[in-house]
């Protein structure tokens, strides 16, 4: 079955931190993303890659930054980490091969900043 | 460009009743459509989805969409509710590559007993 593990469920860090929130997927997929989930405002995409050591910016890319030295693991960075960064982070991952693919989902990260 | 209307954000139904979740969306090319279904501290699961096949979809749990074009439509809809229905639901449109895809801001369902 298909997996998408995010490496923590619950995080608390404090503010000017650096911020390491990992997710490995099992499937082969091409495609990761990360988004972040916020109350009323649905999920908004941080990054994406389509390759390994290839990135993309989404829709909200400040003050985040991304990695992906291996094709299953996709990691993302809050450089300097700032209150207005507590949020849920879901990480996903689909198939290149023809749009319509879905993306598969890892259960989440709630991040704390205090 | 695309973009996805979905319309309350809380539905309340009865134990039985109709359940009926509005979408809408916006594309500038054909779309792929979605809908995702999330349980309490959980990741996103899929429900059903649109790939201009058929245009009445059948998806998992008993839910289906039917994907209207003249009124830029994807409504999800279930005969009868179930208390494990109870959860948010999010619509999403996929139109450009890389297989990006645009999220409503969902809508969370309350199933009343």
């Known amino acids: 079955d298909v997996k998408v593990t995010q490496s923590s469920r619950y995080l608390v860090k404090r503010t000017g931190e650096k911020v390491f929130l990992e997710c490995v997927q099992d499937m082969d997929h091409e495609n990761m993303f990360w988004y972040r989930q916020d109350p009323g405002l649905g999920l908004r995409l941080i990054y994406f890659?389509?390759?390994?050591?290839?990135?993309e910016k989404g829709d909200i890319p400040e003050g985040y930054s991304v990695s992906r030295e291996k094709k299953e693991r996709f990691s993302l960075i809050l450089e300097s980490a700032s209150t207005n960064q507590t949020s849920m982070y879901l990480c996903?991952?689909?198939?290149?091969?023809?749009?319509?693919?879905?993306?598969?989902f890892g259960d989440g990260t709630r991040l704390s900043i205090l | 460009a695309q973009s996805v209307t979905q319309l309350g954000s809380h539905v309340s139904v009865s134990e039985g009743a109709l359940v009926l979740l509005r979408c809408n969306y916006s594309s500038s090319v054909p779309p792929y459509l979605f809908w995702y279904v999330q349980y309490p501290n959980q990741g996103l699961q899929l429900l059903l989805k649109?790939?201009?096949?058929?245009?009445l979809v059948k998806g998992i749990n008993g839910f289906e969409a039917e994907f209207k074009k003249s009124e830029t439509s994807f409504h999800l809809t279930k005969p009868s509710a179930h208390m494990s229905d109870a959860a948010e639901y999010f619509c999403a449109v996929s139109a450009g590559g890389y297989q990006k895809v645009t999220f409503g801001t969902g809508t969370k369902l309350q199933v009343i007993p």
């Open positions: 996903a991952s689909a198939r290149r091969t023809a749009r319509g693919q879905p993306q598969h």
């Open positions: 649109y790939t201009s096949a058929a245009t």
């Open positions: 890659s389509y390759d390994v050591k290839m990135k």
